[in-house]
């Protein structure tokens, strides 16, 4: 089964082309900004340089964060925008569930990302259990570290492909014929917008 | 065959879809103004949220409605810009993603050009064609300007005449009608109140601004300021008699530099070289405003020239007009890996502001 599978939630956008568990292509590069400009572009090298035809993709892969709200926002609506001219689904997938994953399961551990003003995201997984990924503060961080065995999504991303993982996610999930779990296109952004949170806090004072 | 408008600029998420003569087969709008509401304008992040939440669902209905498969789409046109840059990119990233898709070529569209053009739309069947050259009103909450159009000889040119130094004329509207207690947006609840009092200028002594170097440039944030100081003075939140007058005033006021600008413009360009324009367009969301619609169409019949004014659907922000200027630069459509988004974005002049990165792209 071809899949093709981005993340854009992250710093490093990366996409990655797999048959199945077995890896194709991938590529990763800066993606802080303009990520529209350079999710398609890297979508099209990674075919092109592999001679695969868009229409032979049979699933689309693809993070919902948390992460960067526009980078989340650029990667589901490409990556729908795609299956839904091509006839094919999406898998969509928790940046964090896409780390935790190793082998044939998501294994027992936490995975947590700077979620910046001092606050982190924080997901805990157990085999066939993804936990929705929330706001924790630093000591709250800090417990979770010690009690769990831990990934650091900087860390992770610094040295291995989060678009790799997500494809082998999917890939994973299409074997377990779990797909349908995963059709919720809703991304993870766990914080509200900015002007609600000030919203609530007026109507509380 | 169709040509498939995406727009999500700004707190309306719409898809249309045209024939290649401009008829508008489907033009579904989702609007966000309840959502919004409760923040007295647009939150920008939210607007983008609401934006991924309503596109795919609309899509999927239009080419529904339609009766219509995407092998029948030939091009493909989004709003690139002006606008609030989360919310554009919603719209570009899925329109490049079709695009691609179906190896169609897209279309980057300025979203004044499609409330430029929108007049011409018809309530059905083709569009009205072009005529060799027209002067467009293209007022909205956040555009003030008369742009000059030339189509002849297969030509589109768009000059912009004058601008708004400070607020645009339907953010003079929303401003005004907040601080007089009316609820978002302030435009239709002042023409409302407005047909129910009487101007009066000698009350309500509104500036009209004038500029030393004879400017036909807007300027609202004076009658603005002005109406703001009436509006306490005379306490018109209080007293619904009172609000009506002011409303009425105030509106008049708003109207009245309009024309003045217009008739400067209309007596300066009909020294120009010809084609001599015979027709007058007036677009966005201000051209909604009914009493507007009637002194438009006396200037009109005063002046002889033909007005256009567009549907009252096709006034707010839509994914028609974005199609259907889209079919009007057809000639650009191309590569969807090569379209970025823009939140500032100009008519007439140079076309682009505010570039900041290079795509990562092989030349095709």
Redesign the interface.
């Known amino acids: 089964m071809l899949i093709l599978a981005a993340d854009t939630s992250l710093p490093i956008l990366s996409v990655a082309l797999t048959d199945g568990a077995m890896l194709i292509a991938a590529v990763a590069l800066e993606g802080r900004n303009s990520r529209n400009e350079k999710l398609l572009p890297a979508v099209d090298w990674v075919l092109a340089e592999q001679g695969v035809d868009r229409h032979a993709i049979e699933l689309f892969a693809i993070t919902r964060g948390p992460g960067s709200f526009t980078g989340v926002r650029i990667g589901l609506a490409t990556f729908q925008a795609l299956a839904l001219a091509l006839g094919r689904t999406v898998c969509s997938i928790p940046t964090h569930e896409a780390l935790a994953f190793h082998g044939e399961d998501l294994e027992f551990s936490f995975v947590y990302d700077d979620a910046g003003r001092g606050e982190f995201y924080g997901s805990t997984f157990a085999p066939d259990v993804s936990d929705p990924a929330r706001l924790l503060t630093r000591a709250e961080l800090q417990s979770a570290i010690a009690a769990n065995r831990s990934t650091s999504v900087a860390a992770f991303m610094a040295d291995r492909n989060v678009a790799v993982r997500t494809a082998l996610r999917a890939a994973a999930i299409a074997r377990a014929d779990r797909l349908s779990i995963y059709r919720d296109a809703t991304p993870i952004y766990v914080r509200l917008a900015e002007a609600e949170v000030k919203l609530a806090q007026k109507k509380d004072d | 065959m169709y040509i498939l408008g995406i727009e999500t600029s700004c707190d309306e998420t719409s898809v249309a879809l045209l024939r290649a003569d401009g008829e508008v087969r489907c033009n579904l709008i989702s609007s966000q103004i309840a959502r919004h509401q409760?923040?007295g304008g647009v939150?920008p992040?939210?607007a983008?949220?609401e934006?991924?939440?309503h596109?795919?669902p609309l899509?999927?209905e239009a080419l529904r409605q339609s009766g219509a498969s995407?092998n029948e789409v030939e091009t493909i046109a989004v709003t690139a810009g002006p606008g609030l840059?989360?919310a554009l990119?919603?719209?570009?990233?899925?329109?490049?993603?079709?695009s691609?898709?179906?190896g169609i070529p897209l279309v980057a569209v300025n979203h004044l050009e499609g409330h430029l053009f929108s007049p011409f739309l018809s309530a059905s069947g083709a569009a009205i064609p072009l005529p060799p050259r027209f002067l467009s009103i293209v007022i909205s909450g956040g555009h003030s300007s008369i742009y000059d159009v030339v189509t002849a000889d297969g030509r589109l040119e768009i000059e912009m005449l004058n601008r708004t130094r400070d607020d645009a004329i339907g953010e003079t509207f929303d401003k005004v009608a907040k601080f007089v207690g009316l609820p978002y947006p302030g435009g239709p609840q002042v023409e409302r109140l407005a047909r129910a009092g009487k101007a009066d200028r000698k009350r309500f002594p509104f500036p009209v601004p004038q500029f030393k170097e004879s400017s036909v440039d807007f300027s609202f944030s004076g009658l603005k300021a002005g109406a703001i100081r009436w509006a306490r003075q005379y306490r018109v939140g209080e007293d619904q008699a009172a609000l009506a007058d002011f409303c009425a005033t105030f509106q008049d006021a708003l109207f009245e530099q309009l024309f003045s600008r217009l008739d400067t413009i209309w007596q300066q360009i009909r020294r120009s070289a010809p084609p001599r324009p015979r027709e007058i367009a007036l677009a966005g969301g201000v051209a909604a405003n009914g009493v507007l619609r009637e002194r438009m169409q006396a200037w009109g019949r005063q002046h002889d020239v033909m007005v256009r004014l567009p549907e009252k659907r096709f006034c707010t922000d839509n994914a028609a007009m974005i199609a259907f200027a889209g079919l009007q630069r057809r000639r650009e459509a191309g590569d969807?890996?090569l379209?970025?988004?823009y939140s500032r974005m100009l008519v007439g002049g140079p076309r682009i502001l505010g570039e900041?990165?290079a795509?990562?792209?092989?030349p095709s």
């Open positions: 409760p923040f939150v992040e939210i983008s949220r934006h991924l939440v596109l795919f899509l999927e995407w840059i989360g990119l919603v719209g570009v990233s899925a329109a490049q993603g079709l691609y898709a179906l969807p890996r379209v970025k988004a900041t990165s795509p990562l792209v092989r």
